[in-house]
């Protein structure tokens, strides 16, 4: 298995400046693709990238 870096809601929340239930909102509704360890949320990082990503270029139009 290769070298993933897997992030929690929080962690996710501090680096888009937002409340952490606005974060599970995003995994909720499919923004954002995440999994449970146990009974705690993991989001690899490149999805948030990605998701970075996808909004933004919505903006530059």
Known sequence: MHEAM???PEEV???LRVNVRTVHNFIKYGELAAFKAGHQ???PASEVEAMIE???SK???
């Open 54 to 56: 996808r909004n933004s």
């Open 59 to 61: 903006n530059k139009t």
């Open 6 to 8: 897997y992030l929690t």
């Open 13 to 15: 929340a501090k680096i």
């Open 41 to 43: 949320w993991r989001i």
